[in-house]
């Protein structure tokens, strides 16, 4: 005997002393005509300046009543410090439904390195149990800018020398910039703001190694080798 079980496929296999077996597999449904409907939340922005669409996995999440949703959106979007993540942008969500019930949703969206302007995000949350319709997108549109990237051309930068012992220099800065220096494990070792009067890192107290130099609200970020 099993209850609370929620609407999907299911397969039971039963086995006696003797080692037979008996299998069965079925569908548990719901009674509302429903089922298969979604919700939708938000409007898409279309236009030439949308870059497209990037949708969540199906979370399933019963914090709250769905079908009672009063408010949802977008709370934050960060891209990832590292070499590895810098294409990952890490959102968070907000939900409240008019119950005074709330929660925070957490997703990571792969988005193609180098790319900025809109991009419509669409979160999908379903829960069989409390809501109906059981499916939900939930749609916000984000301006990459707003991520920590900004539209600046920096593709004509360049670190030298590389590799270096003491002293690192970023070429045809034209602005200031923040600067995060990092290890191969993402760690921040050191940050600070160059510019083109003080294009400089000094590096003089780092091991050998490889590092990562990420020019902040840009795309751009660089690697580079310590010798001793």
Known sequence: SIGNLCVGNYSVIVQDNNQCTFNWTGTIGNSSTNIDSVTVIGNLATGSNVLGTMTSGWLYNCTIDLAALDTAYLVSATFGNAMFTQDSLYTTWYLIDTNGNAMYVNYTYS????????YNLVLQLY??????????NIISVLNLAEAGISDNNLSE???????VQSTLNIGNISSSFDYSLLNMDGKILMN????????????????????????N??????????IK
């Open 111 to 118: 988005v193609p390195f180098g790319s900025t302007g809109l």
């Open 157 to 163: 930068l360049n670190v030298f020398p590389n590799p």
């Open 217 to 226: 609200n840009t795309q751009n970020a660089f690697t580079y080798r310590v």
């Open 192 to 215: 600070g703001t160059l510019s083109a009067s003080s294009p400089m890192i000094d590096v003089s107290n780092l091991s050998a190694g490889t590092y990562l130099i990420r020019l």
């Open 127 to 136: 829960c069989p149990i409390k809501s109906q319709p059981v499916y939900y």
